[in-house]
């Protein structure tokens, strides 16, 4: 079996005692994994993170990071080899990048100031390492701060909505770093998130919450084949009424016209052209083709009330 770097087993947690905001929680994340912690918006995802590294005492139930039990005496010694970025960096803004990780670095033990330049390359940083972080850019100070959880080579990094705020640019170096990082130094990277498709598009692993209870863990892959592989279309034309006949002749599945918009269900790609020269056959101009994601439905409705 592959070895897990976080377990937990049931795991509780409540903020107060009327409300219990994570129940019976067991998140396996495997070694060399990208885990996607997926969940709406007060889920429990922030929270898990804190228990995780022990900024919040569980109810009931264990932490094993690493194969070891997190308690009192184990503590530090597991969180050396752990990196988290879990609100936006606290950083120095008249200071530079070098200075700010060498503050950071005095934290902890046995950083040389080598390490500090290979962060920054890590991170894609050197060129503006002697620039004031006033001067940074949002998607720049995010970097800094994963370079920071970086300094001590750690074996798991846990981000907490790494890409929230982020240009679309800023979005993509951000992704690009997480799969560096994951594929050239295996680092084990537990990712929260409440956006589906930044998980889709970066992780190995999914874990989806929904009021503080796992409600689907496995891998992305799987995720994807539970929700079958039928493609849904939204197709916007001309003339809705004579496309909705046409396509109704058609005989390959499921249409319908809801708000003006065509909506069918094929089976293959090479259905999607048969759809448009059929309706171009017709002197149906088309002004839209649209591709459902199947995985939006399949969370939406995991985890919709
Ligand atoms: N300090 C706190 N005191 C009391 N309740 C809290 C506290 N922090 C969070 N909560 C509650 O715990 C639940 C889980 O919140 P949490 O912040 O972990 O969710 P989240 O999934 O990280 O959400 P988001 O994506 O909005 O950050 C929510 O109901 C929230 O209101």
Redesign the pocket.
């Known amino acids: 079996m592959n070895q897990l770097i976080v377990n937990t087993n049931n795991l509780n947690f409540s ?2 005692k009327s ?1 219990q ?2 129940e019976n929680l067991e998140l396996k994340v495997p070694k060399g994994s990208i885990y996607g912690f997926l ?12 228990l995780l590294l022990g900024l919040l005492k569980k109810t009931s139930g264990t932490v094993v990071l690493f194969g070891e039990t997190f308690n009192n005496k184990t503590r530090l010694k597991i969180l050396d080899q752990v990196g988290a970025l879990i609100e936006n960096p606290s950083l120095y803004e008249h200071l530079d990048a070098v200075d700010n990780l060498r503050i950071a670095a005095n934290y902890r033990q046995n950083i040389s100031f080598t390490r500090i330049h290979e962060v920054l390359e890590i991170v894609k940083l050197t060129h503006a390492k002697n620039k004031k972080i006033k001067e940074y850019s949002l998607g720049m100070k995010q970097r800094l701060g994963l370079a920071m959880s970086l300094l001590s080579n750690p074996e798991l990094i846990i981000l ?2 790494p890409t929230n705020g982020l240009d679309p640019k800023g979005i993509i170096e951000m992704r690009t770093l997480i799969k560096d990082l994951n594929e050239t130094y295996g680092t084990t990277i537990f990712i ?1 998130s ?1 956006l589906l498709s930044e998980i889709e598009r970066t992780c190995t692993h999914v874990g989806i ?1 929904r ?2 209870k796992m409600i689907y863990q496995d891998t992305v892959a799987s995720l994807k084949v539970s929700k079958g592989s039928n493609i849904k279309l939204d197709i916007e034309v001309d003339l809705p009424n004579e496309a909705l006949s046409v396509l109704k002749d058609l005989n390959m599945g499921n249409v319908a016209l809801l708000d003006d918009f065509l909506q069918i269900e094929v089976c293959s790609k090479e259905d999607i052209t048969k759809v448009i020269d059929v309706l171009r056959a017709s002197k149906i101009n088309i002004y839209q083709v649209t591709i459902k994601n199947n995985l939006e439905e399949l969370f939406l409705s995991l985890t919709e009330n």
């Open positions: 903020y107060n409300e905001d994570i969940g709406p918006n007060g889920s429990g995802k922030s929270t898990t993170i804190r907490d909505e929260s409440h919450i009021n503080g």
